[in-house]
């Protein structure tokens, strides 16, 4: 019988390394599922920034670009060289940023020259990393080679504004500018400048597309790492379940071997040898010490170890009276459990005949009720332990027990709640179908997971992760409802901040260009059915760059921002206002009683920004140039109206900025 119970132990032994084989697998699979997340996110973020990045040196671009034609117009009409010279400058950003495309479409891929390019075109000196990695890692995808090449094909057209700068200047230097010829070149100007601007919302529009479309492929290639391992982890799974099957099966062959061991239900019998080897042992002394058949098959168990210092002179009592007449006295003593316990136990014990190293024994558990103290007092711990709110209530939701973290996390007590948790978790859900879901389940016995949003007895708000698990008895019966709450405010507040930056100006917060034609848009689609009216403010800063030259780029941030602040300050809450970039800002004045509020509205908005600023102790004046654009009196769609009221704005610019 040893014989065959050893291979029975040996089978086991390989299988059981078999199924940690597979559970280390799907472990394995879970560490890489994560690290493909963790980078998965860090790719996102990185992306977010690129587009952040080239988005504002559209900004810039779009800036140059307009400086540059509304320059060159007035060296058209005043002949003036410091014009053209201004025009220079202009062209020279748009320069740096075709010198900077050209580099990274160059193979190999030129770095340090793009670098430079995008610096000369004014892009903060550390966003040209984010602007060059942006480019290098995505260039080959369908929405950047859209970008890139309505980037080319606006520098193209921006060339031949530079041929007809240079044909304006020669007519001017060679002719002294004949009125007709200057005004055919004028009129190039404007169409060059209408395209232009074209090519400027397609570029953003076309960026936006992309981000989406990175942002969507990331989180399907990370659901599909999900699915993966989930999948993995159901064949491995099965895999197991059936190795524990055959193991059982060899179990069930091996107790029809030692039926007077396993037919035991309330005492504890072992096979043992005087070294203190346990060979075989019936399931109730295994389970008395929170042992198994695995721990048995490695030789983990020893009745030697198993016995604290203070009754092992007892057990040599009993060893000497097994030598004398074959069995001892039943004694009492305590084993060691597998977690350290001490059990108190009843044994007895006798040789195998004709042998004086092998015998049984049997062991009684005295420990039912100490055993029934530690587990409450180990689920007090645990209770009490957690970092997550916990309310222990009856199938009607009379509160038994409330630990303290739901007192820390909430700031109700057990008191507050009247002792009924069903004035906690009834209100704060988002919907009223949300919570009759809820009620539902739970008036059928079942578990519920889901988020409320809760008021603190002190006014707080709080996003709480709400689960509602049950407890039933032997008979299934519904005996405890265990409600479970995790405060989830801060990844709430994360996703509502990841939300806010996609949509606003890192600068000054305001709407980015993004969120601007979707409310435009909605404003169009509002007024189609109302038969309302709304405008479009387009608002340029004056002598905006000399501030920059003279007090440097923080200050010049700085009154960008206090710029912004007046801006909102100034118009109402129903309106939208965006910065396109640089120093150009757009306003949407929606729901407008009637075309001659905007000239009050204007007129409010320039006093509002033009009033001195106090920036890091100097005294700075800027002035500002507005046009405005009526719907539908100066255009029915988002470009027509952008386009006058750009065009509204530049009539009544002041020849220097």
């Known amino acids: 019988m040893g014989t065959?119970?050893?291979?029975?132990?040996a089978i086991l032994r390989q299988r059981t390394?078999?199924?940690?084989a597979k559970v280390l697998l799907i472990i394995g699979m879970f560490v890489g599922v994560c690290i493909v997340l963790v980078n998965l996110v860090y790719l996102q973020g990185n992306i977010f920034d690129g587009v952040r990045t080239y988005v504002r040196g559209e900004g810039l671009w779009a800036k140059a670009q307009k400086d540059a034609i509304f320059y060159l117009t007035h060296y058209s009409y005043d002949k003036d060289e410091v014009d053209y010279h201004r025009y220079l400058a202009a062209t020279s950003v748009i320069l740096g940023d075709n010198q900077a495309r050209q580099a990274l479409l160059s193979v190999p891929v030129d770095e340090q020259t793009a670098k430079l390019g995008f610096i000369q075109g004014l892009n903060h000196e550390q966003d040209t990393e984010s602007l060059i990695w942006f480019f290098r890692h995505f260039h080959s995808t369908p929405h950047m080679q859209k970008a890139i090449q309505l980037w080319s094909l606006a520098d193209e057209r921006f060339k031949s504004v530079m041929r007809l700068a240079e044909n304006i200047h020669n007519e001017i230097n060679q002719f002294g500018g004949r009125p007709e010829i200057l005004a055919q070149y004028r009129q190039q100007l404007?169409?060059?400048?209408?395209?232009?601007?074209?090519?400027?919302?397609?570029f953003s529009e076309i960026l936006s597309e992309g981000a989406r479309w990175v942002k969507q492929m990331t989180w399907l290639i990370s659901l599909g790492a999900l699915l993966l391992f989930i999948g993995i982890v159901i064949f491995t799974s099965r895999h197991i379940i059936n190795n524990i099957a055959k193991s059982e099966q060899l179990l069930l062959m091996s107790e029809s071997r030692f039926n007077s061991l396993k037919?035991?239900?309330?005492i504890g019998i072992i096979s043992w040898r005087l070294d203190g080897t346990i060979q075989d042992a019936n399931d109730h002394f295994l389970k008395m010490l929170n042992f198994d058949r695995a721990d048995l098959a490695s030789g983990l168990i020893n009745w030697?170890?198993?016995?604290?210092p203070e009754c092992e002179a007892r057990d040599a009592i009993a060893i000497t009276e097994l030598v004398q007449y074959g069995h001892c006295q039943q004694y009492e003593k305590q084993l060691i459990s597998k977690d350290g316990a001490l059990i108190p136990v009843m044994l007895g014990a006798s040789f195998l005949n004709g042998s004086d190293q092998e015998g049984v024994a049997y062991f009684m558990d005295l420990s039912a009720s100490k055993q029934a103290e530690d587990k409450l007092r180990l689920a007090a711990t645990v209770f009490n332990a957690s970092t997550d709110g916990i309310i222990i209530t009856d199938p009607k939701l009379s509160i038994i027990s409330i630990n303290q973290a739901f007192t820390d996390i909430t700031g109700f007590t057990q008191q507050n709640l009247q002792g009924d948790a069903a004035r906690f978790i009834n209100t704060g859900h988002e919907t009223e179908d949300a919570y009759q879901a809820m009620l539902n389940l739970l008036q059928q016995g079942e578990q519920w997971q889901g988020e409320i949003l809760k008021e603190t007895p002190l006014g707080d708000k709080l996003s709480l992760s709400l689960r509602i698990n049950t407890v039933r008895n032997d008979q299934d019966l519904l005996t405890h409802f265990v409600i479970v709450i995790t405060d989830i405010?801060?990844?709430?507040?994360?996703?509502?901040?990841?939300?806010?930056?996609a949509h606003h100006d890192a600068l000054t917060n305001l709407p980015n260009r993004?969120?601007?034609?979707?409310?435009?848009?909605q404003a169009i689609v509002h007024v189609q059915r109302t038969k309302g009216i709304f405008a479009v403010l387009f608002l340029d800063l004056d002598n905006f760059k000399p501030i920059n030259d003279q007090f440097g780029h923080d200050v010049g941030d700085k009154l960008l921002q206090q710029v912004a602040k007046r801006l909102s300050s100034a118009i109402r809450q129903i309106d939208t206002i965006t910065r396109l970039g640089g120093d150009e800002f757009v306003i949407l004045l929606e729901h407008l009683p009637n075309a001659e509020n905007v000239q009050i509205l204007q007129e409010k908005i320039v006093h509002a920004v033009t009033k001195p600023y106090t920036i890091d102790g100097h005294l700075i004046h800027i002035g500002a140039?507005?046009?405005s654009a009526v719907y539908p009196d100066n255009g029915t769609d988002a470009k027509s109206l952008i386009n006058h009221a750009d065009q509204a704005m530049y009539s009544m610019k002041k020849p220097i900025k």
């Open 4 to 9: 065959q119970f050893a291979r029975t132990l």
């Open 17 to 20: 390394r078999s199924t940690v």
């Open 190 to 202: 404007i169409e060059a400048n209408g395209e232009l601007l074209h090519l400027e919302i397609a």
């Open 263 to 266: 037919n035991s239900n309330t």
């Open 304 to 308: 030697r170890s198993l016995t604290p």
């Open 489 to 501: 405010s801060e990844r709430k507040a994360e996703e509502e901040y990841l939300r806010h930056i």
């Open 514 to 521: 993004v969120l601007f034609y979707a409310k435009l848009e």
């Open 625 to 627: 140039s507005i046009g």
